[in-house]
């Protein structure tokens, strides 16, 4: 179970993603959170979806 106290429906995407990385350096953010903090501000922004395994050269072409 999550660890962190935050849920999309509370605030922002930029703010939860925000809120998350504040939680991560004290531990008590799931990397599973970050990830769908980041999804879900990736939708809202109508961006293309980004994936933790591209390679640096990829992402930046």
Same mark, same amino acid.
């Given at each position: 179970m999550s660890q &962190? +106290?935050?849920t999309? +429906?509370?605030? &922002?995407?930029?703010? %939860?993603? @925000?809120n %998350?990385i504040e939680? /991560? /350096?004290?531990?008590m953010a ?7 903090a980041l +999804?879900? %501000?990736?939708q =809202?922004?109508?961006? =293309?979806? +980004? &994936?933790?395994? %591209?390679? @640096? !050269? !990829?992402?930046a /072409?």
């Open positions: &962190s +106290t935050h999309p +429906t509370e605030v &922002s995407p930029t703010q %939860l993603l @925000r %998350l939680d /991560a /350096a004290c531990g799931l990397p599973e959170e970050l990830h769908d +999804t879900l %501000l990736e =809202a922004l109508h961006l =293309a979806p +980004t &994936s933790p395994h %591209l390679e @640096r !050269e !990829e992402v /072409a």
